[in-house]
């Protein structure tokens, strides 16, 4: 995708990120994409029956011999689970029940929650508003790799190391760069989801826990879908720091590819992104995107230029707390 820099630190910009002024002039020529704000009314149903899969699974892998509990971990449940916590992204955004009804979608959230294993939604919501809000902002936004991670892991084996790491990373380092209070619903979101998980191991034994948080960690970790996890903010082409893909696997994804046009309008849900893009095709169709997760996991970790440290970082002076 052009050529690259050698990079020993993030790079530094003192511009507002491109987000808030594209969506002032796209709003501008274009009003009816305010229509497509608002609730997704089917993603309740399609989150649900991906939950009671989940469950069902959880039932037929009790019997099975290790190996094929991971397995079907990696090739099945941690795609569906993966594929939850985008859900989960979406629902942060209240487009499972709308703005009004911020509590249900909290909760459907915790719901969304129950086949990773582990507590996250309510977490994730709490930082993710900063994601947004404060794009590549130092010490606010943690998607952006520590300065540890960004010297330590520089090789091949490293960076690969890295990816297979990246659950352990995402959910630490909040703790380290912008560490905030415990809130309530955190704390519900930690009773109903350890709670279930002790059904299920009194029900069906300790392989169905192991298939849903195993196939968590290895389906956010080396895996094809977590490709999105590189692909969306990794600067691959100076002086741009968010990237779309357009490829098949938005169909699994909750469309987190069109990442430039959610980043545009965190509003619309990601079944009318594609919308966006087709009414305002003259914003989006010279940017720089992506055609391939695999392609962007192959990229980052062979070659010698990418790595945690291609993030674009800036200095807010707004107040951490909102």
């Keep these: 995708m052009g050529n690259r ?16 002024q594209r969506r002032k002039e796209i ?26 899969t989940q469950f069902l699974a959880c039932y037929l ?6 190996k094929w509990i991971f397995f079907w971990a990696y090739a099945f449940g941690g795609c569906i689970n993966h594929s939850l916590t985008l859900a989960i992204h979406d629902i942060s955004h209240n487009v499972a029940f709308g703005n009004k009804q911020t509590k249900w979608n909290r909760w459907f959230a915790i719901f969304a929650n129950l086949p990773v294993g582990i507590p996250y939604s309510a977490s994730f919501k709490k ?40 659950p352990l990373f995402y959910s630490l380092r909040p703790l380290y760069v912008n560490p905030k209070a415990i ?15 002790l059904i299920i191991y009194y029900l069906w034994g300790l392989k169905p826990i192991i298939y849903l ?31 779309s893909y357009y490829g098949p696997l938005n169909w699994v994804t909750f469309n987190v590819g069109y990442h430039m046009e959610h980043h545009d309008f965190p509003s619309i849900p990601g079944c009318r992104l594609p919308m966006v893009k087709k009414i305002a095709a003259e914003y989006y169709d010279n940017l720089p995107h992506h055609q391939s997760w695999v392609r962007v996991l192959w990229d ?10 291609s993030r674009v970082k800036r200095q807010y002076k707004l107040a951490k707390e909102s």
């Design 5 to 20: 820099v050698t990079r020993d630190d993030f790079e530094w910009v003192y511009t507002e990120q491109p987000h808030t």
């Design 27 to 52: 709003l501008a020529k274009y009003p009816e994409i305010k229509t497509l704000m608002g609730p997704d009314p089917h993603l309740k149903w399609i989150v649900s029956g991906m939950v009671l």
């Design 61 to 66: 892998v009790k019997g099975l011999s290790w």
């Design 127 to 166: 930082y993710h508003i900063d994601h947004h809000r404060y794009l590549g902002g130092d010490s606010l936004d943690v998607d952006i790799p520590t300065d540890f991670e960004g010297w330590f892991f520089c090789t091949p084996l490293r960076k690969l190391l890295w990816l297979f790491l990246q």
């Design 183 to 197: 809130t309530r619903m955190e704390i519900l979101n930690a009773f109903v989801q350890f709670s279930i998980d």
């Design 213 to 243: 948080i195993a196939g968590t960690i290895l389906c956010m970790g080396l895996h094809p879908i977590s490709g999105h996890f590189i692909a969306e903010h990794y600067m691959f082409l100076k002086g741009y720091e968010t990237y």
């Design 300 to 309: 980052f970790v062979f070659d010698d230029t990418i790595g945690p440290y």
